[in-house]
T-cell receptor, first 113, second 112 residues
Framework: DQQVKQNSPSLSVQEGRISILNCDYT??????FLWYKKYPAEGPTFLIS?????DKNEDGRFTVFLNKSAKHLSLHIVPSQPGDSAVYFC????????????FGTGTRLTVIP | DAGITQSPRYKITETGRQVTLMCHQT?????MFWYRQDLGHGLRLIYY???????DKGEVPDGYVVSRSKTENFPLTLESATRSQTSVYFC???????????FGPGTRLTVT
């Protein structure tokens, strides 16, 4: 039973354009959300996070939006660069407890030069 | 300073064998985690530890054993490997609080 869902397994975007990666969750107890980026043969690396008390968080070219009522978050990358080509995982966590992360299945982003 | 390391990076073993995957951190983070990554499932939590000598089950613990006698080490043992345990295994650490987790490079395990 996947509590965090990424329904698009892949996305292709032209260099310079906006990439939008989407994520939905089912557990209303989730309070903290993260995006990870993963290159082949490497571990996931943290990209950006957002707490449920916010609806937007920006870090350079990366912005995460959270819509709690819809249980939906998205990652915007502007402008997209070829080095952004990777698999992106959405993750969610309740702030209480042991800080377990529940991951989505990932979206493979390809940025075309 | 490597931060978090995993060994071996690649392992092939036979069904029924015991195999141990190692994880070592240099940060002294309180929390350590073991995940497996499988196509169609993303990353799933196997076991986690809040401190030395404190461990708990995650989403998919069956067939795995962990221990944490020292803060910096968190080995994962497959007592009798099965083909369904063929996967990529990631160790991760986290400092106290709702902060991000830091992942190791992974161990690709194949059970034949």
């Amino acid at each position: 039973d996947q509590q965090v869902k990424q329904n698009s397994p892949s996305l292709s975007v032209q260099e310079g354009r906006i990439s939008i990666l989407n994520c939905d969750y089912t557990n209303s107890m989730f309070d903290y959300f993260l995006w990870y980026k993963k290159y082949p043969a490497e571990g996931p690396t943290f990209l950006i996070s957002i707490s449920s008390i916010k609806d937007k968080n920006e870090d350079g070219r990366f912005t995460v939006f959270l819509n709690k009522s819809a249980k939906h978050l998205s990652l915007h990358i502007v402008p997209s660069q070829p080095g952004d080509s990777a698999v992106y995982f959405c993750a969610a966590s309740p702030q209480t407890g042991a800080n377990n992360l529940f991951f989505g299945t990932g979206t493979r982003l390809t940025v075309i030069p | 300073d490597a931060g978090i390391t995993q060994s071996p990076r690649y392992k092939i073993t036979e069904t029924g064998r015991q195999v141990t995957l190692m994880c070592h951190q240099t940060w002294s983070h309180s929390y350590m985690f073991w995940y497996r990554q499988d196509l169609g499932h993303g990353l799933r939590l196997i076991y986690y530890s809040a401190a030395a000598d404190i461990t708990d089950k995650g989403e998919v613990p069956d067939g795995y054993v962990v221990s944490r006698s020292k803060t910096e080490n968190f080995p994962l043992t497959l007592e009798s490997a099965t083909r369904s345990q063929t996967s990529v295994y990631f160790c991760a650490t986290q400092d106290r609080g709702p902060y991000e987790q830091y992942f190791g490079p992974g161990t690709r395990l194949t059970v034949t």
